[in-house]
């Protein structure tokens, strides 16, 4: 629902930007139905995980911005900070960085959450680098499409699952794909390492799949992380091998404040890599504004969407 708010001020340590794009996420619409108790967001508010768009004041002690920077990142819509469905947001500018040239404001829009999560699972707890092989489970979506990327920015050799209809997706990210509903997890552990298992494991689907990531991992060396390792699992399989695991909760510091000043490094190295060549985001081809809000959080319920849906708000 459209309606009028106040225009924010840019207070201590924040930053006024005028808003150009907003990124949706799966949560945006698990908040909107009342079902994602995690993100602690009391209804009505203004939802919005994701922006893009350009400074329009900065407030007292901040130094690293200046009107007219176009900036992207993560900046609200959980706790009790407004997200970026809204001509302008008061942010604050740790959690943001200068958008790359390489990248339109729906593009830029699109990547905040999306890699904040994969980098913290990858190069975070499992510290990805060259010579690894690393499997992404899910490698077409949202979290999986960047995870690719950033794995094979440091060097890594990349795996990754999807269905059929993603398969030449994953491919054309330089992943190897894996056909999940007509290969077992004992068959491509095989193939592709031999028997031994992948050095890093990246779950961003969450239930059986993160099961399945226990028994895909390397023996004594591996590393599992699940961005939805929520649910009751047993943990024998990866104790057998010796492995470790790791959870991501990317919310964490917009509910805290504590480790803002890293989410917004993270968005620095995203643009590094995004001017490199090394990233890109895949977008859904629906174009959406202000009013259809609803229709495009309906694009990802209904799983209609083929990349990351993004609403253009001015």
């Known amino acids: 629902m459209l309606g009028e708010i106040d225009k924010p001020t840019a207070g201590p340590g924040q930053v006024l930007v005028r808003i150009k794009a907003s990124g949706v ?88 959450l999306v890699v904040i999560t994969a980098w913290e699972g990858l190069v975070d707890r499992a510290g990805v680098h060259a010579g690894q092989k690393v499997l992404i489970h899910g490698g077409a979506g949202g979290i999986g499409h960047v995870a690719v990327q950033i794995a094979r920015a440091r060097g890594a050799e990349v795996f990754a699952t999807a269905s059929p209809s993603r398969l030449k997706v994953v491919e054309s990210l330089g992943a190897v794909p894996i056909d999940y509903t007509s290969t077992t997890v004992e068959e491509y552990v095989a193939e592709h390492t031999g028997g031994e298992g992948f050095d890093i494991v990246f779950d961003t689907v969450g239930g059986s799949v993160l099961d399945a990531s226990f028994t895909a991992v390397r023996t004594y060396t591996g590393h599992v992380v699940s961005a939805l390792g929520w649910g009751t699992h047993s943990i024998a399989p990866l104790s057998f091998r010796g492995a470790t695991y790791s959870g991501v909760f990317t919310l964490l510091p917009l509910l805290t404040g504590r480790g803002r000043e890293h989410h917004g ?8 890599l995004a001017e490199a060549g090394s990233l890109t985001p895949l977008l859904d081809s629906g174009h959406f504004t202000l009013d259809d809000v609803a229709a495009a959080h309906a694009a990802i319920e209904n799983g209609t969407a083929q990349g990351k849906v993004v609403i253009e708000v001015s």
């Open 25 to 112: 996420n799966p949560l945006d619409t698990k908040i909107r139905a009342g079902k994602a108790a995690h993100a602690q967001r009391t209804l009505p508010a203004v939802l919005g995980l994701d922006l893009a768009g350009v400074v329009e004041e900065v407030g007292p002690g901040v130094h690293d911005f200046a009107p007219g920077d176009e900036v992207f990142g993560m900046t609200g819509g959980v706790g009790d900070v407004q997200g970026s469905l809204a001509e302008y947001a008061a942010v604050d500018a740790r959690l943001i960085a200068r958008k790359p040239a390489a990248l339109t404001m729906r593009e830029a829009a699109a990547l905040p």
């Open 265 to 272: 490094e993270i968005m620095r190295e995203a643009a590094a």
